[in-house]
């Protein structure tokens, strides 16, 4: 925090629950900073946001981003982390590297539902994925989907995953999707535990308007926008898209997507050595 401090001009923002869990016994402030509130949206003149946690604390940070376009750095405190890829003890390089310019911005596009259902009225953008899944082990849950008004196929399993190319390293690897790079413009379907097993995942490009039709009037369904899950009962209807606006994510000059890979995944590690 001291090397915010070092440059002109500096105007420091904190979180108001985390800056009152950290102030005074964990960090010393030179100048008492600003505070914001919980889910209210920042100001649009901020330059950077800094994410300190895990990976589902940056998925929190878009809340209060929103269509601002403020880039955000994500340093790991947390395990895997693969949005938040900066380590702990090298943030004060990051920071100097923001500093003095030496970073890279990368666009990263949302993916969000359109639907009449009052459940699903004020249903967040996901950064990673929207999930539907059954909500028991009982019976296998049905789901029409049409692209671009074209019938695709009727999936019969535990659900389906939309993900984008920021979510396919999240659940939709688990469950044997590919890998996309950042900054590709694609939608990812990825089945959950397909009873058919000819069924694949599939890539489709970003401009795809899926349309979702949950069959089978007894059942109940959730819809999880990564972390936030909506419960639905029967049957329903909605649309899945691209949003017209995309979050920005920093990252250093000299680090790529594929040094991540390596380091989160342990590609190329021999155990032999």
């Not at 000819?198 to 972390?227: C, H, M, W």
Request: glycine content about 8%; aromatic content about 10%.
């Amino acid at each position: 925090i001291d090397l915010l401090y070092t440059k002109e001009n500096v105007e420091l923002w904190i979180n108001e629950s985390f800056y009152h869990k950290i102030a005074p016994d964990c960090v010393q402030f030179q100048h008492p900073p600003l505070l914001f509130a919980d889910k209210i949206p920042l100001k649009e003149s901020l330059d950077f946001v800094f994410s300190l946690g895990g990976d589902g604390t940056l998925l929190d940070t878009l809340g209060c981003v929103g269509k601002l376009n403020i880039p955000v750095l994500g340093i790991n405190l947390g395990h895997l982390g693969f949005l938040t890829g900066l380590k702990q003890e090298d943030a004060k390089e990051y920071i100097m590297a923001i500093l003095n310019g030496d970073y890279q911005v990368d666009k990263r596009i949302l993916i969000g539902l359109q639907s009449t259902l009052p459940e699903l009225a004020h249903a967040p953008y996901g950064l990673n994925e929207i999930v539907i899944f059954k909500k028991d082990s009982r019976s296998l849950i049905a789901i029409d989907l049409e692209v671009n008004g074209q019938f695709m196929n009727t999936f019969f399993g535990d659900g389906l995953i939309f993900a984008t190319p920021t979510g396919s390293t999240a659940y939709s690897l688990s469950c044997g999707g590919p890998i996309l790079l950042p900054e590709a413009d694609n939608i990812l379907i990825t089945p959950v535990a397909s009873h058919t097993l000819t069924v694949r995942p599939l890539v489709l490009p970003g401009d795809a308007k899926i349309k979702v039709i949950l069959r089978g009037k007894e059942q109940q369904f959730n819809i999880s926008i990564d972390s936030n899950i909506y419960s639905l009962q029967g049957e329903a209807q909605f649309l899945i898209e691209k949003k017209d606006f995309c979050i920005s994510t920093v990252r250093l000059s000299q680090r790529c997507f594929f040094d991540n890979i390596r380091e989160k995944l342990m590609w190329g590690l021999d155990i032999r050595k």
